[in-house]
């Protein structure tokens, strides 16, 4: 994991509170370098004041130390700062203590502009800030020397109290072309007439009245979105040609039930929808989605799944990183959460993203629905809609796919090259070979001449359907044997008579080797080679998956396979299991191509652990894409009816909608008052599952999407497209609209379109 560790800043120089203009009160050191410091005329140090730094005046040179001890009000040992010796010893009445102590306060806000590192608002000095040297962001000194000279150049530190008729604590600030000022009285702009701030060319204007929480803002292009001081208000700090000024409209006028509670914390996700996630001080999402240069401004609430002390769960912080190649999510932004629940009665913290929404395909990119609808059911098993889930999944690389041959017969060697045809291992034996005439069994023989040693070949064969008068064909003319398991099935035993072992053995995959026994070394072996050869299907499809760790009996699931793609998204029981191999059970895959490429298998199973974090809670689950009944983690595990290969498991949570009030429908004028009553509804759906609608919530009916092409033993593919939905609505006059669900699946609905029937008269 990733460590890290606070650090404390050593500031250069700096940054000083305001120079003394008392010239009665002095501080004189006892030494250019370390002593002591003494004031006279007042007392000016207090115990706290540890670690504050002082500067001094002598001449030209301007000398800073550290305090390391307080010897009394008066009295204060120092040690000098690097290349900052004090310039004399004798008293000085020009001098600076560090703005910032243990006494003065620290600053509270902070933030980078044009290459300088600002701070803002200590206890004591609430409506200042200080910047860095351009460049040298941990450099605070205020002035240069130049030839002997002290001068103020562009690029030293600077500070800046706000003038104004009442205390502008600074609560934010937020650098753009301008950097903006968010103080408890109002808005504040830091601009300069050149083209970058420097210390003698600094404006501060204020834009606007409002006065602001203190909540960090969230920039948007050129726009800041603030938290106004009551926290119950969103408001959009923008640029306005028309008065050539800035405005602050109010964003959450549209719903201002939203923030209800007030507003704690905002965080902007730009990715992949735009949205400004605020949370509220009862832990509630408010989320608005924000696109200004569309007029799109559009709130919701987000009720995590789970409760905390019978109320719902509770989030207590919340901030958005950019995604990254490594973790998956380069596309979009990741938005985290601290939510509190109550879980197995005891309150439980969890560090929990937002996952990525549904990236369904693309209709119009498939020739016909079937290929589309597979292309649904492989992405929806991803479909990521609970809270506070895990996903199982593991994949096992594919590398290769054999289809053995279904046999009942022998086929000769063919004609062409000297060598054993494909598949066929040869061992010993040497020069070329020749095709003889036919020898009444076969339509020739295969001669192979050899010196020094005796000749095997040998290929591997499914024998379970072959039977004793093929074998006797096969030996026939010829010195062979047969091995199964290292045993002596058949064998020759001279060339006038041979045995036949017991041929219902012969089952699974088994070695024949043809072996030279009757030829002494030297000379020319010629016998009727002839190998077994396929019907048209396949007795054996073996599955290379290097160390997959399955075992006989397990079930698995294919998908992603090139050459083979029938294969995808079945479920097969595995049997002859090896390390890297095992084969599919009752696979028939007649007409089948050739394995190409690519592949993954997955096992399947009844039970999933690792739910720990959810213990004694009732979750929610999505099954190879399919909604599977809830249950209830037990033991960190939940049991399932029925084995799945890929799952989301987590927390559910409902989506509501509720439509206004509705408006048309009526032959003169709007339909607002008068008596109404809905009897149906088309909606377009993107992507979506699990529907129940009605006219309020708690009278709502399913809607089924399964259709008639949809197979019954998988999932239901999401539905994209128009439905028509009859609706049980009454007469009313507020007739509404209501779609809810709480299925761990995607549901976007693009439009709504009611069929109203209204009563002219109110």
């Given at each position: 994991?990733?460590?890290?560790?606070?650090?404390?800043?050593?500031?250069q120089?700096?940054?000083?509170?305001?120079?003394?203009?008392?010239?009665?009160?002095?501080?004189?050191?006892?030494?250019?370098?370390?002593?002591?410091?003494?004031?006279a005329?007042?007392?000016?140090?207090?115990?706290?004041?540890?670690?504050?730094?002082?500067?001094?005046?002598?001449?030209?040179?301007?000398?800073?130390?550290?305090?390391?001890?307080?010897?009394?009000?008066?009295?204060?040992?120092v040690?000098?700062?690097?290349?900052?010796n004090?310039?004399?010893?004798?008293?000085?009445?020009?001098?600076?203590?560090?703005?910032?102590?243990?006494?003065?306060?620290?600053?509270?806000?902070?933030?980078?502009?044009?290459?300088r590192?600002?701070?803002?608002?200590?206890?004591?000095?609430?409506?200042?800030?200080?910047?860095?040297?351009?460049?040298?962001?941990?450099?605070?000194?205020?002035?240069?020397?130049?030839?002997?000279?002290?001068e103020?150049?562009?690029?030293?530190?600077?500070d800046?109290?706000?003038?104004?008729?009442?205390?502008?604590?600074?609560?934010?600030?937020?650098?753009?072309?301008?950097?903006?000022?968010?103080?408890?009285?109002?808005?504040?702009s830091?601009?300069?007439?050149?083209?970058?701030?420097t210390?003698?060319?600094?404006?501060?204007?204020?834009?606007?009245?409002?006065?602001?929480?203190?909540?960090?803002?969230?920039?948007?292009s050129?726009?800041?979105?603030?938290?106004?001081?009551?926290?119950?208000?969103?408001?959009?700090f923008?640029?306005?040609?028309?008065?050539?000024?800035f405005?602050?409209?109010?964003?959450?006028?549209?719903?201002?039930?939203?923030?209800e509670?007030?507003?704690?914390?905002?965080?902007?996700?730009?990715?992949?929808?735009s949205?400004?996630?605020?949370?509220?001080?009862?832990?509630?999402?408010?989320?608005l989605t924000?696109?200004?240069?569309?007029?799109?401004?559009?709130?919701?609430?987000?009720?995590l799944?789970?409760?905390?002390?019978?109320?719902?769960?509770?989030?207590?912080?919340?901030?958005?990183?950019p995604?990254?190649?490594?973790?998956?999510s380069?596309?979009?932004d990741?938005?985290?959460?601290?939510?509190?629940?109550?879980?197995?009665?005891?309150?439980?913290?969890?560090?929990?993203?937002?996952?990525?929404?549904?990236?369904?395909?693309?209709?119009?990119?498939?020739?016909?629905?079937?290929a589309?609808?597979?292309?649904?059911?492989a992405?929806?098993?991803?479909?990521?809609y609970?809270?506070?889930?895990?996903?199982l999944?593991?994949?096992?690389?594919?590398?290769?796919?054999?289809?053995?041959?279904?046999?009942?017969?022998?086929?000769?060697?063919?004609?062409?090259?000297?060598?054993?045809?494909?598949?066929?291992?040869?061992?010993?034996?040497?020069?070329a070979?020749?095709?003889?005439?036919?020898?009444?069994?076969?339509?020739?023989?295969?001669?192979?001449?050899?010196?020094?040693s005796?000749v095997?070949?040998?290929?591997?064969?499914d024998?379970?359907?072959?039977?004793?008068?093929?074998?006797?064909?096969?030996?026939?003319?010829?010195?062979?044997?047969?091995?199964?398991?290292g045993?002596?099935?058949?064998?020759?035993?001279?060339?006038?008579?041979?045995?036949?072992?017991?041929?219902?053995?012969?089952?699974?995959?088994?070695?024949?080797?043809?072996?030279?026994?009757?030829?002494?070394?030297?000379?020319?072996?010629?016998?009727?080679?002839?190998?077994?050869?396929?019907?048209?299907g396949?007795?054996?499809?073996i599955?290379?998956?290097?160390?997959?760790?399955?075992?006989?009996?397990?079930?698995?699931?294919?998908?992603g396979?090139?050459g083979?793609?029938?294969?995808?998204?079945?479920?097969?029981?595995?049997?002859?299991?090896?390390?890297?191999t095992?084969?599919?059970?009752?696979?028939d895959?007649?007409?089948?191509?050739?394995?190409?490429?690519?592949?993954?298998?997955r096992k399947?199973?009844?039970?999933?652990?690792?739910?720990?974090?959810?213990?004694?809670?009732?979750?929610?689950?999505?099954?190879?894409?399919a909604?599977?009944?809830?249950?209830?983690?037990?033991?960190?595990?939940?049991t399932?009816?029925?084995?799945?290969?890929?799952?989301?498991?987590?927390?559910?949570?409902?989506?509501?909608f509720?439509?206004?009030?509705l408006?048309?429908?009526?032959?003169?004028?709007?339909?607002?008052?008068?008596?109404?009553?809905?009897?149906?509804?088309?909606?377009?759906?993107?992507?979506?599952?699990?529907?129940?609608?009605?006219?309020?919530?708690?009278?709502?009916?399913?809607i089924?999407?399964?259709?008639?092409?949809?197979?019954m033993?998988?999932?239901?593919?999401?539905?994209?497209?128009?439905?028509?939905?009859?609706?049980?609505?009454?007469f009313?006059?507020?007739?509404?609209?209501?779609?809810?669900?709480?299925?761990?699946?995607?549901?976007?609905?693009?439009?709504?379109?009611?069929?109203?029937?209204?009563?002219?008269?109110?």
């Amino acid at each position: 994991g990733t460590t890290w560790s606070l650090i404390e800043v050593a500031f250069q120089d700096g940054p000083f509170g305001l120079e003394n203009t008392d010239a009665q009160k002095t501080l004189q050191p006892s030494s250019v370098n370390n002593g002591t410091i003494t004031a006279a005329g007042h007392a000016p140090f207090k115990e706290s004041d540890v670690g504050r730094l002082v500067r001094i005046k002598h001449g030209s040179t301007w000398g800073v130390a550290q305090i390391t001890d307080v010897v009394s009000p008066e009295s204060v040992t120092v040690s000098q700062l690097p290349n900052r010796n004090f310039g004399g010893t004798s008293a000085s009445s020009e001098w600076r203590l560090g703005a910032w102590s243990a006494e003065q306060g620290y600053p509270s806000a902070v933030t980078f502009f044009e290459q300088r590192l600002v701070w803002a608002n200590t206890r004591t000095q609430p409506q200042t800030f200080w910047m860095s040297q351009s460049g040298d962001l941990e450099n605070m000194q205020p002035d240069s020397e130049e030839g002997g000279a002290i001068e103020v150049q562009d690029d030293d530190a600077l500070d800046f109290t706000i003038a104004a008729d009442q205390v502008n604590a600074i609560r934010w600030m937020s650098p753009g072309r301008q950097l903006i000022l968010g103080t408890s009285g109002g808005e504040w702009s830091v601009t300069s007439d050149g083209p970058v701030l420097t210390p003698l060319d600094l404006t501060v204007r204020r834009e606007s009245t409002n006065g602001s929480a203190n909540t960090l803002p969230v920039r948007i292009s050129s726009i800041v979105l603030f938290v106004q001081r009551a926290k119950r208000k969103l408001r959009e700090f923008v640029f306005s040609f028309e008065t050539d000024g800035f405005r602050t409209p109010d964003l959450t006028i549209l719903a201002d039930h939203v923030s209800e509670s007030g507003i704690r914390e905002v965080t902007y996700q730009q990715e992949p929808d735009s949205q400004v996630h605020c949370l509220r001080e009862d832990g509630v999402l408010a989320t608005l989605t924000y696109r200004r240069e569309q007029d799109v401004v559009g709130w919701s609430r987000h009720i995590l799944g789970g409760a905390f002390q019978g109320g719902g769960a509770v989030v207590e912080s919340i901030t958005t990183i950019p995604g990254s190649q490594a973790a998956g999510s380069e596309n979009r932004d990741e938005t985290w959460v601290s939510v509190k629940r109550t879980i197995n009665s005891s309150t439980r913290r969890s560090i929990e993203v937002f996952e990525g929404p549904f990236e369904g395909p693309n209709p119009e990119q498939f020739d016909d629905d079937s290929a589309f609808d597979k292309a649904v059911l492989a992405a929806q098993k991803y479909a990521f809609y609970v809270d506070s889930g895990l996903v199982l999944d593991n994949p096992i690389k594919v590398t290769n796919i054999e289809l053995v041959a279904e046999v009942d017969s022998f086929e000769s060697w063919p004609n062409g090259p000297a060598n054993p045809p494909e598949g066929w291992s040869q061992t010993g034996g040497a020069g070329a070979a020749s095709r003889e005439p036919s020898n009444g069994i076969t339509d020739g023989i295969y001669s192979i001449a050899f010196a020094g040693s005796g000749v095997t070949l040998s290929k591997s064969f499914d024998l379970t359907n072959i039977d004793a008068l093929s074998i006797d064909l096969l030996i026939s003319n010829g010195s062979f044997t047969v091995r199964v398991g290292g045993n002596h099935i058949i064998n020759e035993t001279s060339p006038e008579g041979r045995f036949v072992g017991d041929v219902s053995s012969l089952t699974g995959v088994q070695t024949v080797e043809l072996i030279q026994t009757t030829i002494a070394a030297g000379g020319k072996y010629a016998d009727n080679l002839r190998f077994l050869g396929a019907s048209g299907g396949t007795s054996a499809v073996i599955v290379t998956a290097p160390g997959h760790g399955f075992s006989n009996g397990d079930s698995i699931d294919l998908l992603g396979i090139v050459g083979l793609e029938d294969l995808n998204g079945r479920r097969f029981t595995i049997t002859n299991v090896t390390t890297d191999t095992f084969e599919l059970a009752g696979a028939d895959t007649t007409g089948f191509g050739a394995y190409a490429s690519g592949g993954e298998v997955r096992k399947a199973v009844n039970t999933i652990a690792g739910l720990d974090h959810l213990e004694g809670q009732t979750v929610k689950i999505l099954g190879d894409g399919a909604i599977l009944p809830d249950a209830i983690v037990s033991s960190g595990q939940i049991t399932l009816d029925s084995a799945v290969s890929q799952a989301v498991v987590g927390l559910g949570y409902r989506h509501v909608f509720r439509s206004l009030k509705l408006a048309f429908g009526a032959a003169a004028g709007t339909a607002v008052g008068k008596v109404k009553r809905v009897h149906g509804i088309v909606l377009v759906l993107l992507h979506s599952l699990g529907i129940r609608i009605g006219p309020s919530i708690d009278r709502l009916e399913a809607i089924p999407l399964r259709e008639v092409k949809d197979a019954m033993d998988t999932a239901v593919p999401l539905f994209t497209g128009e439905r028509h939905v009859s609706f049980e609505g009454d007469f009313e006059r507020d007739a509404r609209i209501v779609i809810s669900d709480d299925a761990p699946l995607p549901f976007t609905l693009l439009a709504a379109a009611p069929e109203l029937k209204t009563n002219e008269q109110l």
